[in-house]
């Protein structure tokens, strides 16, 4: 059974680098043919998609959040990061790891609180 664990600091200041890491187990993030996506909701408002790094390690991101996401990994770790920078409030969600294929998520992880605040 693939688990994934968010981890990182639930609150940030206005325009830092909001940084999470998604620890996986079960199943290696090189494997074909998954992509290894990070996934928002903001309080009140639906799900959104904020991109993907693949088995291959190439890098997709949604174009509103383009500028401001980087996805990488550390593969001797089995973990991806995501990094948003210049944040908002308007960042502030939960923020969910999962697992896809070309079709669907297939996990997901408990997801994480952050809050953009001063």
């Known amino acids: 059974q693939v688990q994934l664990q968010e981890s990182g600091p639930g609150l940030v200041k206005p325009s830092q680098t909001l940084s999470l890491t998604c620890t996986v187990s079960g199943g290696s993030i090189t494997t074909n043919y998954y992509y290894w996506s990070w996934i928002r909701q903001p309080p009140g408002k639906g799900l959104e998609w904020i991109g993907y790094i693949a088995y291959s390690g190439s890098t997709y991101y949604s174009p509103s959040l383009k500028s401001r996401t980087s996805i990488s990994r550390d593969t001797s770790k089995n973990q991806f990061t995501l990094q948003l920078s210049s944040v908002t409030p308007e960042d502030t969600a939960v923020y969910y790891c999962?697992?896809?294929?070309?079709?669907?998520?297939?996990?997901w992880g408990q997801g994480t609180q952050v809050t953009v605040s001063s």
């Open positions: 999962a697992r896809a294929n070309l079709l669907a998520v297939t996990y």
